[in-house]
């Protein structure tokens, strides 16, 4: 990360920033493969980031994953670009490979975009990957944060029912 | 021996989604996603139909043998009685300006989310049996046959649609989603397809007048803790009476106000108000619940649960009602109570015993909304305010569903909020007043086993309220809803960490400068007060 390891040299980082915004929009239509057609043809509209903020959110966080993947990995840039797409798919609809897949997914988006590059200029993506075997273990944690996250809310949400009643019945039980 | 898959075929996992036709995916129920079916105790307590022990998850639903003929004979029943209903069937031109409208598909992603389509589902059956071409035609016209998983599918979509109207707004003909949904949990109910967590308050409602079922010593005893607590902050004992005949006023708020923080802390607001102003008020025993759990279970329940504030009202000679910071009970009022208990006529029209103020838009259900009545203390300079003293809090105001799209409350809670504030900061325009985006837990599904679907459907909400977080430094959620207040914190604290949730009359009972008051040292909250002078005023 920012020490200095998985470099990647100014070359390899000039090729993909000048290609980030081709990469990025395929990148973001692998995760809207993972949706139903319908909901993916409505995720794909940017304009109002209110009224499409899941899209929205994915889209920006994508776009800031590949910024550090391109060049510093600030890991505080990384986890909150993460936690933004991962928090929304470990609510949703999705096995935990199916919600945190999309790391993979960018992979073929890179070598199939950087072909002329890799047979011509000898590019190689080998430092990139190892960057994203690192975004993929981070993601485990994000992804196990939130659900882990849901179910203290959950309990915290039943004792918060019952917490004045008990208190009133000098029934008050302090679990830390 | 079975044939194990090769590890290349283990391997080979799919992500993309089946690309089949919506009739044709049949509905999961999934821990989180789900609702508890009702119980077959809370179904007997109001004598609702097919009460027994089930689980959604189950195969089998244990329905009454002529369970379609039930359903399909109601749907023709509540055809003939509510023409809107025929409307809504024959009306929709697939137009799809709802769509991308409902909280619900904007978090969950899922098509059948979308108003048009969750509609789709009880129009498919209305088109099989009730129109000649879908009879003729079948799929061919979009229409289907109503089977068990036809049904299962309604439980599962007609219980994942909060009613909160939003995307009746942007209909061009003005189909009303949610009454659509109210009509199909009608029809669920007559083969006993309640969830829990709406037949448990009926129940509970009928029985004692409140959701919790909190009974008469112990809604009084739950009262005068906040009146311990209010004595503690401000050194005076605010004197609310119980049953008190001859009151000029019956208060009623939602319960959830009386047990539940951060509701208990709007409850002192009132309180503490009503005490400043010399209110001549009473709190009801028996009617102590605003909210009712009947609009989400049918057109008579809803009218037996309403009936209770009036009997009420009427027992104890009271002039008129006096509301709370509640969502759907004005729904019920607005739009319903008039046609079905009222014209409340032993009633007088409510007159603010303070200011003068007539409430014309009262005059018919004598129910006055608590913002209206403290908003006309406010402009008539009735009372004193020391906003500063919330000066640590930087706030936004969502409206409130039922208030904001059956009411069309969006100035007073705003004018309150400005006056007891200095900091104020409106969310983005499309997601407030009449195009405010719902909690995601309204309509009976604030249940905590459904905290996952609870996070998909509160997602928009949650995002505007992210960004004036980040923009403004925002840090209180500010509303006028029980239901807002019991599920935000949890939706916060998921999305928005950060920020806190408040009623408005917790904001009015901070500012409120009390005759006699002691000099007071914490918010209602027990935290101490902001340090005077030291944030500049800000805000909108």
């Known amino acids: 990360m920012k020490d200095g390891r998985n470099y990647i040299s100014a070359t390899a980082c000039e090729i993909l920033t000048r290609k980030k915004r081709v990469i990025v929009d395929k990148w973001f239509e692998k995760i809207l493969e993972t949706y139903p057609a319908d909901t993916a043809r409505f995720l ?21 994953l590949y910024e550090e993947l391109c060049t510093g990995m600030d890991i505080a840039k ?65 992804y196990m944060q939130c659900r882990e996250q849901l179910w203290e809310i959950k309990v915290k949400e039943i004792k918060n029912r019952t917490s004045r009643l008990l208190q009133r019945a000098n029934l008050n039980v302090n679990i830390p | 021996m079975a044939s194990l898959p090769k590890p290349d075929e283990l391997l080979a996992v799919n992500h993309k989604p089946p690309r089949t036709g919506w009739m044709d995916i049949p509905v999961k129920f999934r821990r989180g996603t789900y609702l508890y079916g009702a119980k077959p105790k809370n179904l007997e307590a109001v004598g609702l139909p097919n009460p027994r022990e089930w689980s959604p998850e189950e195969e089998d639903w244990k329905l009454p043998e002529n369970w379609q003929e039930i359903i399909l004979e109601g749907l023709r029943e509540r055809l003939g009685r509510f023409r809107t209903l025929q409307i809504f069937m024959d009306a929709c031109v697939r137009c799809g300006a709802c769509a991308d409208k409902c909280h619900f598909f904007i978090g969950t992603g899922d098509p059948k989310n979308m108003p048009v389509l969750r509609a789709e589902l009880l129009r498919a059956v209305y088109r099989k049996d009730f129109t000649t071409a879908g009879r003729l035609l079948g799929k061919l016209f979009g229409a289907r046959e109503l089977t068990v998983d036809v049904l299962k599918e309604w439980y599962y979509y007609f219980f994942q649609c909060t009613e909160c109207r939003r995307c009746s707004v942007f209909c061009p003909f003005g189909i009303d989603t949610a009454e659509i949904t109210m009509i199909a949990r009608e029809l669920l109910n007559l083969v006993g397809c309640n969830i829990d967590w709406i037949a448990a308050p009926v129940a509970n409602c009928y029985r004692t007048g409140n959701h919790v079922g909190i009974e008469p010593h112990a809604f009084k005893d739950m009262v005068e803790f906040c009146v311990d607590e209010i004595e503690n902050i ?13 009151a000029e006023i019956l208060f009623i708020a939602p319960s959830g106000d009386v047990f539940a923080d951060p509701g208990t802390y709007t409850l002192m607001g009132y309180l503490m108000l009503f005490h400043e102003i010399g209110l001549d008020y009473t709190f009801s025993t028996y009617a102590s619940e605003g909210g009712n759990f009947g609009l989400f279970t049918s057109h008579e329940m809803m009218k037996r649960l ?27 009022i607005n739009q319903y109570m008039d046609t079905m208990n009222g014209p409340a006529d032993f009633l007088e029209e409510p007159v ?19 913002v209206e009545f403290t908003a ?29 799209r059956s009411m069309g409350l969006f100035e007073e809670p705003r004018y309150i ?42 997602f928009p909400r949650a995002n505007a309220v992210k960004y004036v977080q980040e923009k403004y430094g925002v840090n209180m959620l500010a509303c006028i809803c029980a239901v807002d207040r019991a599920v935000f914190p949890a939706l916060m604290n998921y999305w928005v960490p950060g920020v806190d949730v408040a009623g408005v009359h917790e904001l009015v009972g901070n500012a409120l400068v009390m005759t006699g008051e002691t000099s007071r040292e914490t918010t209602l909250r027990g935290e101490p007060l902001p340090v005077k002078g030291k944030e500049e005023n800000g805000g909108e």
């Open chain 2, 376 to 404: 006309d203390l406010i402009r008539n300079n009735k009372i004193k305010l020391d906003p500063t003293r919330n000066d640590h809090l930087r706030v936004t105001f969502h409206d409130s569903c039922n208030p904001a």
């Open chain 2, 306 to 332: 309403n009936a209770k504030m009036y009997a009420e009202a009427k027992r104890l000679g009271v002039k008129w009602i006096l509301g709370g910071e509640c969502g759907h009970m004005w729904r019920v």
């Open chain 2, 234 to 246: 401000t050194g005076i004992r605010v004197e609310p009476t119980f049953n008190r005949k001859g």
């Open chain 1, 44 to 64: 794909r509209e940017k304009e109002d980031p209110f009224g499409n903020p899941v899209g929205t959110t994915i889209y920006r966080g994508l776009e800031g």
């Open chain 2, 352 to 370: 603010s015993p303070i200011t003068g103020t007539k409430f014309a838009n009262a005059r018919s259900t004598k129910m006055v909304h608590i």
């Open chain 2, 417 to 458: 909020i400005k006056n007891v504030c200095r900091n104020f900061y409106e969310m983005p325009e499309n997601t407030i007043r009449g195009q405010t985006f719902c909690c995601g837990s309204g309509a009976g599904l604030n249940s905590d086993e459904y905290m996952e679907m609870r996070m998909r459907g509160g």
């Open chain 1, 78 to 142: 990384v986890k909150a670009c993460l936690d933004g797409i991962i928090r929304i798919r470990a609510v949703q609809d999705f096995t935990p490979s199916q919600a945190v897949a999309f790391i993979f997914h960018i992979k073929d988006v890179l070598k199939g975009e950087l072909a002329g590059e890799i047979q011509e200029k000898g590019l190689s993506l080998e430092d990139l990957e190892d960057r994203l075997e690192e975004l993929a273990l981070l993601t485990f944690d994000i």
